[in-house]
């Protein structure tokens, strides 16, 4: 690999995909559809357990050999090793990115060192004292400081230190049978915890601590708060055997009176929204039990594999990349909806907002030039069928534009596979009806059955045209269980990472969120006396001297 690896933009096969861009915007899908009928054979790939349906995106045989041609000028090949043999990818904080490490099946050749560590080594002992851990909670060996076992289990993070395992603690709801309850307290308002805390019997709650840095102001004042219920209800000596804590920061650990054997580590290379994997699991291995919490790493090795060697055609993570590239920087689609059709992936869009935006969300090239071209889309969703009943008119009529990826498990999550047979056909009816539409003549002849006079067809007609066109990827896959999650969570960050070779960013920073949290800290202290603000702006001082009236009333 060059020292200084190009950007796609720097790329021929770039030049190549810009001057397909317009022919292809201005054509359909029903066009592309009718060159080539058998879109669906060409233009699905099926690996790791997924069947990864691409035939609705609005791209043709050239633009698809465009990708791959830029993957080739990108270097993409030794860049995916580089971040894999733990060169220090993240340039702006002098680190490796490893959190693949995290899954690499036991016994893995060749074995995994860097800088003269052994990271297999390191990633194997503190994953077995987390699954011990996991299962000792799970069957009661370890209770409470009365001897009860926890029947709660209270996660207190954010960010990665929360998304991650809320969201698969939902998806894998199926698979917690026996399992003490698990809640995330995240935000600093404290409302979640209260709620929490209002049905919890204390001398059955164990809390966790999560936090790589245990600095994070929402996840301190969240866990100071539940120290003091715990010693108001139990006492200051109780809090040993009630908290546990996940973070590379040992001292602070101490400092909070975190049990030694309750302390899981982690360690610089893993980025908090790729941290789901390590010691950060835990609320999540305590719910599915540690099989379980196995065969979901083992999902992710499977693809972590399937990255490395695919084909560039047929490899999952670098064609939704590309795909997602192509809308965004050439069809000028600004956002991707994530639909799942699995209310269990409820929190799906939301784990991917940070694992996206806070990843791709930089607009400065690695080598700290501008980048030239838009970076990462927005990324929204919801469930799809809900999303039918709420923002689907604006997809399907409205101005604004995006890119969809629909998830669909052909089992159903419930144990009602009559339901899920209603969310398939509902999910596959909207692909359809996003990419094909309802042209004029179609709606003209549906009006005509219903016997309307020709003044009211021809007032309603332009209302109930449905252009289609909206491209769309369709993630089908057997069943949500450990292993498949595994794979799609695995999945999304690969795409990031190509996604950030592409736009020559780094994927694994996030300078951006540091300035707001600075500006907090010196905020605090005005939110009581907003007499000290003298000299910030008008609109800070109006605001304060608002909020301390309304708070004193
Ligand atoms: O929001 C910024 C961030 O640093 C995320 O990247 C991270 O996942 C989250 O805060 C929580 O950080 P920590 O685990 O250190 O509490």
Redesign the pocket.
């Given at each position: 690999m060059s020292a200084n690896p190009p950007a796609g933009a720097d790329c021929t096969a770039w030049q190549q995909l810009q001057a397909a861009a317009p022919a292809l915007r201005a054509r359909s899908l029903r066009e592309l559809f009718a060159v080539e009928a058998e879109r669906f054979a060409h233009c699905s790939v099926s690996a790791c357990g997924l069947l990864f349906d691409y035939s609705r995106q609005r791209v043709d045989a050239g633009v698809l050999d465009s990708f791959k041609v830029l993957a080739d000028q990108l270097q993409l090949r030794e860049r995916i090793a580089a971040q894999f043999c733990g060169e220090r990818i993240n340039i702006t904080e002098d680190r490796s990115v490893l959190h693949t490490a995290l899954r690499r099946a036991d016994g893995a050749t060749p074995p995994l060192v860097v800088g003269g560590q052994d990271i297999d080594g390191l990633v194997r002992s503190e994953r077995e004292r987390v699954l011990d851990f996991a299962e000792r909670v799970r069957s009661g060996a370890i209770s409470g400081s009365q001897g009860a076992a926890f029947n709660l289990v209270v996660n207190i993070?954010?960010?990665?230190?929360d998304l991650g395992p809320a969201m698969a603690v939902e998806a894998l709801r199926e698979f917690s049978a026996g399992a003490p309850r698990v809640a995330f307290a995240s935000n600093v308002d404290g409302c979640q915890l209260v709620d929490i805390l209002a049905g919890a019997d204390p001398g059955r709650t164990l809390f966790i601590i999560?936090?790589?840095?245990?600095?994070?102001q929402e996840?301190r004042s969240n866990a100071l708060a539940a120290r003091e219920w715990l010693r108001g209800k139990l006492g200051a000596a109780a809090v040993p055997r009630h908290f546990a804590a996940v973070s590379v920061n040992a001292a602070a650990m101490d400092e909070f009176g975190v049990n030694a054997d309750y302390r899981f580590a982690m360690w610089d290379w893993v980025?908090?929204?790729y941290s789901i994997w390590s010691s950060i699991g835990v609320s999540l291995a305590i719910a599915i039990g540690a099989q379980n919490f196995r065969a979901f790493l083992a999902g992710a090795a499977e693809l972590d594999q399937h990255f490395q060697e695919a084909p560039w055609r047929a490899n999952l993570p670098v064609l939704s990349a590309l795909l997602g590239i192509w809308n965004s920087n050439f069809l000028e689609l600004p956002t991707l909806a994530v639909l799942p059709y699995d209310q269990r992936l409820a929190r799906l869009p939301a784990y991917l907002q940070?694992l996206e935006m806070?990843s791709n969300g930089k607009s400065v090239r690695l080598d700290g030039q501008p980048v030239t071209q838009s970076t990462c889309p927005v990324i929204w969703g919801e469930p799809g069928n809900n999303a039918q009943h709420s923002f689907f008119q604006l997809l399907h009529q409205g101005s604004a534009r995006a890119a969809l990826d629909f998830l669909l498990p052909a089992r159903s999550s419930s144990g009602s596979q009559a339901h899920q047979d209603l969310a398939i056909a509902n999910c596959l009816a909207q692909a359809e009806a996003f990419a094909f539409g309802q042209d004029a003549t179609q709606v003209e002849a549906d009006l005509r059955r219903q016997d309307l006079p020709p003044a009211r067809v021809a007032a309603l007609l332009p209302h109930k045209v449905h252009q289609g066109n909206r491209p769309a990827t369709l993630i089908m896959f057997p069943r949500l269980d450990p292993a498949t999650l595994g794979r799609l969570i695995a999945l999304y960050e690969h795409k990031v990472f190509v996604q950030s070779v592409v736009w020559g960013i780094n994927a694994f920073d996030?300078w951006g969120?540091e300035l707001g949290k600075k500006m907090c800290e010196s905020i605090v202290p005005l939110v009581r006396e907003p007499v000290l603000a003298q000299g910030a702006s008008s609109s800070l001082r109006g605001a304060l001297q608002y909020l301390a009236r309304e708070r004193a009333s």
């Open positions: 993070g954010i960010g990665g230190s999560c936090s790589k840095t245990f600095t994070t996840t980025g908090g929204r940070q806070e996030q969120v």
